[in-house]
């Protein structure tokens, strides 16, 4: 395959991962949305269930910032990987840092639509009331107020510890308790991925400059 044709395809399946994340991201998040009221479950094995919660924070519920300055990180993030990624294809870099990359741009860009746009054509959830679909302006929120939308749930194990453990003692433990969703998964798939398969890629990016990597991508 000549380099103009290798550079075609990777453009071709960074943007086929990103369209088809979202895709399902959004498909499953809408579902649970317009099907389960807040805090309704879905036993499906003892070790995984669907359990509907909304956050206002980052990935697996956690609350540490602003929700405008979290939204707008987000969105700031998102381009500065696209951007990234578009110029790590220029230079020739291989296909697993790319779909490591293109991952964590599809969590992240599946969140940041719960944030800016749920708010605007969604009814509340309650505990009660099913959320409905509405037009435009009509929902429950403002523009980059709305919740993101959870739901996995795995409880892989839980026990209790022996009353003679010093701090532990009698405490009883869950393990996983996170509920998160499918953009969460992406980017922590992701993340995790790069970190184990992509060491040299990542220890090129650390320790060249911008300069010297397209140096060395032209000598390839």
């Given at each position: 395959?000549?380099?103009?044709?290798?550079?075609?395809?990777?453009?071709?399946?960074?943007?086929l991962?990103?369209?088809?994340g979202?895709?399902i991201?959004?498909?499953?998040?809408?579902?649970?949305?317009?099907?389960?009221?807040?805090?309704?479950?879905?036993?499906?094995?003892?070790w995984f269930?669907?359990?509907?919660?909304?956050?206002?924070?980052?990935?697996?519920?956690m609350?540490l910032?602003?929700?405008?300055?979290?939204?707008?990180?987000?969105?700031?993030?998102?381009?500065a990987?696209?951007t990234?990624?578009?110029?790590?294809?220029?230079?020739?870099?291989g296909?697993?840092?790319?779909?490591c990359?293109?991952?964590?741009?599809?969590g992240a860009?599946?969140n940041?639509?719960d944030?800016?746009?749920?708010?605007?054509?969604f009814?509340?959830?309650?505990?009660?009331?099913?959320a409905?679909?509405?037009?435009?302006?009509?929902?429950?929120?403002?523009?980059?107020?709305?919740?993101?939308?959870?739901?996995?749930?795995?409880?892989?194990?839980e026990?209790?510890?022996?009353?003679?453990?010093?701090m532990?003692?009698?405490?009883?433990?869950?393990?996983?308790?996170?509920?998160?969703?499918?953009?969460?998964s992406?980017?922590?798939c992701?993340?995790?991925?790069?970190?184990?398969?992509?060491?040299?890629e990542?220890?090129?990016e650390?320790?060249?400059?911008?300069a010297?990597q397209?140096?060395k991508?032209?000598?390839?």
């Amino acid at each position: 395959m000549t380099r103009k044709g290798s550079i075609k395809s990777k453009f071709s399946a960074v943007a086929l991962i990103f369209t088809l994340g979202l895709i399902i991201d959004q498909a499953i998040k809408i579902w649970v949305k317009t099907s389960f009221t807040l805090h309704e479950s879905l036993h499906i094995t003892d070790w995984f269930q669907l359990v509907f919660i909304e956050n206002n924070g980052m990935a697996f519920g956690m609350e540490l910032f602003d929700k405008i300055f979290l939204t707008g990180f987000r969105l700031v993030a998102t381009v500065a990987v696209g951007t990234y990624i578009y110029k790590l294809i220029r230079r020739g870099v291989g296909w697993t840092y790319l779909v490591c990359l293109a991952l964590i741009m599809t969590g992240a860009a599946g969140n940041i639509i719960d944030c800016v746009l749920y708010g605007k054509i969604f009814t509340q959830s309650t505990p009660f009331t099913v959320a409905e679909l509405v037009p435009l302006g009509q929902g429950y929120g403002d523009w980059f107020y709305g919740r993101v939308v959870d739901m996995f749930y795995f409880p892989l194990a839980e026990w209790t510890w022996p009353d003679w453990m010093p701090m532990m003692g009698g405490k009883h433990t869950l393990f996983f308790s996170y509920i998160f969703n499918f953009a969460d998964s992406c980017i922590t798939c992701g993340v995790l991925a790069m970190l184990l398969f992509c060491r040299k890629e990542l220890s090129t990016e650390l320790r060249d400059t911008p300069a010297e990597q397209d140096s060395k991508a032209k000598e390839e």
